[in-house]
């Protein structure tokens, strides 16, 4: 199972917001970008991981998001 989430209020595209994310915080994300024009500005999250680091991910890409639209 896997998650789209839009990227764009950052003012990055989905493939930069990956990478800062990763060089950030070491949490992979794929870019939106990898599956096509339609999904440009999006970052895939898949859910792979046991619920409770799942949880502490998300969290900590909602606030590395929200910094970047400040």
Request: hydrophobic fraction near 50%.
């Amino acid at each position: 199972m896997y998650l789209m989430l839009d990227v764009r209020s950052t003012g990055m595209s989905g493939k930069d917001f990956a990478y800062a994310l990763l060089d950030a915080h070491h949490i992979a994300v794929m870019p939106g970008e990898s599956f096509g024009k339609a999904a440009a500005g999006h970052i895939r999250v898949a859910m792979t991981i046991e619920d409770a680091k799942y949880v502490e991910a998300l969290k900590t890409l909602c606030a590395f998001a929200a910094q970047l639209c400040e």
